[in-house]
């Protein structure tokens, strides 16, 4: 498969227009040698045109040494580039009284909001610490599981994950 989109913003104050592209390809295959196993792999290749790409592949298997019994294993890489949503959203809920920027407009914001006497103070460690632009973010993910139905009515299942997120 193929596939992509093209967004542009015009706000006039963020002062400028900006232009996301994203482009992925991506492919599966499905392999079962025997009734009793199952394999499949993917691959999926994302570009952001401001961001760069990855590869991320994947991989998954099913054993049902038993009818009742399936024991199955994943492995799996992501990625997702930042939106103008994380970029440049400013999102106010008077009800609770916070407000959501994002991340390449948040200094601006934040002293807006201090002019204007609505914050008292800006905390300067943080603000110094703020990343200047977003990363894209990637992803590892690895499970293990297992499933036994003793009857059509139950089914016991438990799992094993570990996820890592990077940006």
């Known amino acids: 498969g193929l596939g992509g989109n093209l967004s542009q913003m015009r706000d006039a104050s963020v002062e400028q227009s900006d232009l996301l592209w994203n482009a992925?390809?991506?492919?599966?295959?499905?392999?079962?040698?025997?009734?009793?196993?199952?394999?499949?792999?993917?691959?999926?290749?994302?570009?952001?045109?401001?961001?760069?790409?990855?590869l991320s592949p994947s991989f998954?298997?099913?054993?049902?040494?038993?009818e009742k019994l399936m024991f199955k294993v994943g492995f799996g890489r992501g990625f997702i580039?930042?939106?103008?949503?994380?970029r440049y959203q400013i999102f106010y809920n008077a009800l609770q009284g916070y407000t959501v920027m994002g991340a390449e407009v948040v200094?601006?914001?934040?002293?807006?909001?201090?002019?204007?006497?609505?914050?008292?103070e800006i905390r300067e460690y943080t603000l110094k610490n703020l990343p200047t632009r977003l990363l894209p973010e990637?992803?590892?993910?690895?499970?293990?599981?297992?499933?036994?139905?003793?009857?059509n009515k139950l089914k016991l299942e438990?799992?094993?994950?570990?996820?890592r997120q990077e940006n």
């Open 158 to 163: 438990g799992s094993w994950f570990y996820h």
């Open 24 to 54: 992925f390809a991506y492919t599966q295959a499905d392999y079962i040698p025997s009734e009793t196993i199952n394999f499949v792999a993917g691959l999926r290749y994302d570009h952001a045109g401001t961001y760069g790409g990855q």
């Open 138 to 151: 990637s992803s590892t993910s690895f499970n293990a599981g297992w499933a036994y139905s003793p009857s």
């Open 60 to 66: 998954g298997a099913q054993y049902h040494p038993t």
């Open 81 to 86: 580039a930042p939106d103008f949503k994380k």
């Open 107 to 120: 200094k601006q914001g934040l002293q807006e909001l201090q002019d204007a006497g609505e914050i008292s």
